[in-house]
Structure formats: C-alpha cells, structure tokens
C-alpha cells in the first residue's frame, strides 16, 4: 500500500533533516533548462499531456563521519571550475537551495538492513568505477518517451558504462531484486516512472509552484539532438527516421 503525505510551510533543509533517511529515493523538480526540457517531455506520460514535476532522482546514503548526510547520484555538476559529470556522492546540502529545486520527494521503501546495504553497496560500487552520466542516453529516452513501444525496448542510444539519473537508481534497486518501473527498460526510466512506482511505500512531498517559462532556444537544441540521434540509431537499424519530443 501506497501512502503520500503532501508537506508544506517548511525549508528544503528543514524536510530533507525529518525525511532522508538510507535507502530512501530522493526526487527534485528543478528549474534549469534541462529540468525543464525533462519534465516537458514527460508530458507524454500523462493523459493530459501535463508537465512531469520530477527531473532528477537519488540515492539517500546516510550521515557519514563529517556529521552531514550524502546521496549517491549521476549527475552533472560545475562548480568553480571543477567538473563532475558522473555517478558520484554528494552531501544532501547541495539540495537545500531552493531557487534551484522548487520540489523535492522522499520515498520509503520499508527496507530491511541488508537491501539497504546492497543498495549503497552496488551505488559506491558505480562511484569506484567511475560509471559516466549519459546525455546520449537521456536523449534516447526523450524519444522513446513519444512512442510508447519503444519505452519497453533497449534505449535507441544506450552505451556501455554510462547512466542518468533515474536509470541509476532504477538499476540500484533491481540490484536489491525490486523492479520500481516493469515492461519499461531500465535505461529509459524516468523520474516521473520512479515516482509512480506501484511498488509499497511511503512518501512524502514538498512542493513549490515555479512558472514554466518556456525553454526556448534550449528545447530547439534538445530536439535537434533527439532528432539527430534518432536518425543514426534508425540509420544502423534501416528505419526511417521519426520526429522530435
């Protein structure tokens, strides 16, 4: 059984300090442009064709010996001219900005001790290896995310030793032998197919409106890339080539 429970009049700090907790999905809505063009194409996955709110997910990792909590993630990060751009550990700090994420969700699974380890285990496992983020294949699933019989197939642009976010912790929690999204694969799983996991949990959601500019030239960028993309894949495989997100 599935329990939401909505959370207002408090700080991002403030909810992630009741709330993270090991083993604990995190998800953010944010407001950069490639936020925005997540959760746009995410509409396809609503009957309305309303934007997703969720355009990243994590891993809780726990409080380590400098007294703050970390998450395990894939992600892209700049900051002062040092590049991360992979599965990496950051402190759930980085998160209490909230011109930057408007939204956050944690999920409860109700996990024993030793999925909660094999969880962590298999994501810092990722972090040694130096597992890199994967635009390629996030473009693959803004594709397959406007052909519904692709969603369930191989992602057009998949690649070796690469992953995005909720691919990540998607392929963290098989690990633990749960399946958060089934008949989709697991390289074209969203935030959105994360938060809508029909598995048994508990979460709970703090959530800001942010208007929804439009991305503009940024969106024309993407769906050029997808459009791009789309073309070598169906290229290699004979097809003719499809449209944008």
Known sequence: MTQTHHVSGMSNRE????????????????????????????????????????????????????????????????????????????????YEDEALYGSLAVLDFGLDAGAVETLIRAGLGLVAERERYSLRELV????????????????????????????????????????????????????????????????WVLRREVPKSRVGALTKAVRARVRAGAKVARKRRGKPSAGAV
Not at 35 to 62: M, Q
Not at 152 to 162: G, H, I, P, T
Not at 170 to 198: M, S, Y
């Open 15 to 94: 909810f992630l300090a009741l709330h993270a907790a090991p083993g604990r999905i995190g998800l953010s809505g944010g407001t950069t442009w490639i936020d925005r063009v997540i959760c746009r194409a995410e509409r396809h996955l609503d009957p309305r064709g309303k934007w997703g709110v969720w355009s990243h997910a994590f891993l809780f990792e726990g409080v380590r010996a400098d007294g703050h909590h970390w998450v395990i993630e894939s992600d892209l990060q700049i900051q002062k001219g040092h590049v991360q751009f992979g599965v990496q550990e950051n402190r759930v700090a980085k």
């Open 140 to 203: 693959g699933t803004l594709f397959a995310l406007q052909h519904t019989e692709l969603r369930s197939r191989k992602n057009l642009l998949a690649r070796d030793r690469a992953v995005y976010c909720s691919s990540f912790v998607r392929h963290l929690f098989t690990q633990a032998g749960l399946d958060l999204a089934p008949g989709v694969d697991v390289k074209n799983t969203t935030p959105e197919d994360i938060a809508g996991t029909a598995l048994p949990h508990t979460a």
